[in-house]
């Protein structure tokens, strides 16, 4: 393996370790009582000043229009409060292991959204990809033994919301575009609103969460998932324009190994054979449903360049 290749895996590794270990940190955030509005509240303004650190980096400044407020709005919504909150409050109840499983079926999710809006054709391995997926899940909501308590099951189709969510949006936007944004424009611009929707959502439910003090564990997991996340997109945006969508989309298993190797090490979780078995399932499933490559386009990190990018690679 030369030096390229091995610094590009390597990145890999580091990008599927850092989002992998969002879901135990969301865990630690939500285990004192905060709640959902209060922590998208916060996570969307510690993106706001990373994401608005970049934006004068690459000396863009965020371009108001019409259709660009439509795309800020959805990616808002679809993209970050409603995931969130069902995420937030579904780990509550759901061991972040299996939160970190179930990520892996938004690309098979994806599949059958992008047949019902043209963006894909119908390829049979990408079925047997989705057939795999659903399998995992039955394996998760049948058997007895799957949960250590099955009165949390209920929470298993709350957690889904968000893999739904991500699924039509990255196809919504590769259908209909992001009015000549690139990924960090838009990714900016939808943080500035989930701020403010927070604030009046967390204000008005009586969860916002006060920021002085005294800090904890939750307050610091906030930090550390919140920033995370943002370093990990834009490199994932970064590694998709320098080694094509494939290789990028390989992220996804290291997210969900990493999620639950850190769910082990860090919560002391501990999963039936029956989670095992369905892991198995869906990562092979993934391994069905894998994007087909597409041309690389313009660096989108270098100051003072335009570049587009398809938001779901």
Request: aromatic share 12%.
């Amino acid at each position: 393996m030369n030096r390229e290749k091995l610094f590009l895996f390597t990145v890999l590794i580091a990008m599927g370790a850092g989002w992998g270990a969002t879901q135990p940190l969301s865990k630690v955030a939500v285990s004192e009582g905060y709640r959902f509005f209060g922590l998208i509240f916060w996570q969307s303004v510690i993106g706001c000043l990373v994401l608005g650190a970049l934006q004068v980096y690459r000396r863009k400044p965020l371009r108001i229009t019409r259709a660009g407020i439509i795309v800020f709005l959805f990616v808002s919504l679809v993209g970050t409060v409603i995931p969130n909150a069902t995420s937030y409050e579904a780990i509550r109840h759901l061991p972040a292991g299996l939160t970190s499983m179930l990520l892996a079926l938004i690309p098979m999710v994806a599949f059958p959204v992008a047949l019902a809006l043209g963006n894909e054709r119908f390829q049979f391995n990408r079925l047997i990809g989705l057939g795999l997926g659903l399998a995992g899940v039955l394996l998760i909501v049948g058997p007895e033994a799957s949960l250590p308590e099955r009165a949390v099951i209920v929470f298993v189709p709350l957690s889904l919301v968000s893999v739904l969510c991500y699924a039509f949006e990255g196809n919504v936007l590769a259908r209909w575009g992001t009015a000549d944004m690139d990924p960090i424009e838009v990714l900016f611009g939808a943080t500035v609103l989930s701020a403010a929707f927070g604030l009046v959502l967390a204000v008005g439910t009586g969860q916002f969460i006060d920021p002085r003090g005294p800090w904890g564990a939750p307050d610091a997991a906030l930090i550390a998932t919140s920033t995370i996340s943002i370093v990990v997109y834009t490199t994932y945006v970064w590694m998709v324009v320098r080694a094509g969508p494939v290789f990028a989309g390989q992220v996804s298993y290291l997210v969900t190994g990493f999620g639950v190797l850190w769910s082990i090490l860090f919560l002391g979780e501990t999963y039936s054979g029956w989670l095992w078995a369905a892991l198995g399932l869906m990562l092979l499933g993934l391994f069905f449903v894998q994007p087909r490559p597409r041309a690389p386009q313009a660096p989108l990190l270098a100051p003072g360049k335009d570049a587009k990018l398809t938001p779901n690679g």
